[in-house]
């Protein structure tokens, strides 16, 4: 478990880097999840993104990149090969050199988010 947690911290602090300009929904120990201030015609919060602790690996979900695909076009497939699903990278252990790109690809998505008027 130990070995979970330390890639859940680190792709926590990816996260944390915009918790401040969205709503933190969940701060666990072992599951953090933010939303934005834009409201969906459902009248739900449109989601940024989470990390939380799995019985197998530690994901990291980015929605941004559910809505605009266009940000996946330049990862590597080293990356590639974590995702599951159109929205979710799963890790088993601590990864630098992906983990920067995931701050990248976040901060990307934050950006797209902002250009479309989602925050």
């Known amino acids: 478990m130990e070995h979970s947690e330390s890639v859940f911290l680190s792709l926590k602090h990816i996260l944390i880097l915009y918790a401040c300009g969205l709503v933190v929904v969940t701060d666990e120990?072992?599951?953090?999840?933010?939303?934005?201030?834009?409201v969906?015609?459902?009248?739900?919060p449109m989601y940024f993104g989470s990390c939380k602790i799995g019985?197998?690996?530690?994901?990291?979900?980015?929605?941004?990149?559910?809505?605009?695909?266009?940000?996946l076009e330049d990862i590597s497939p080293a990356l590639k090969k974590r995702m599951q699903g159109k929205s979710c990278?799963?890790?088993?252990?601590?990864?630098?050199?992906?983990?920067?790109?995931?701050?990248?690809?976040?901060?990307?998505?934050?950006?797209?988010?902002?250009?479309?008027?989602y925050l």
């Open 89 to 117: 990278f799963n890790f088993t252990k601590v990864d630098t050199e992906l983990f920067d790109e995931l701050k990248t690809l976040t901060q990307a998505g934050y950006k797209a988010y902002e250009k479309a008027g």
């Open 55 to 71: 019985k197998r690996y530690v994901s990291y979900h980015l929605m941004p990149v559910y809505v605009f695909p266009e940000l």
């Open 29 to 38: 120990p072992d599951h953090f999840y933010i939303n934005t201030h834009y």
């Open 40 to 44: 969906m015609p459902n009248n739900q």
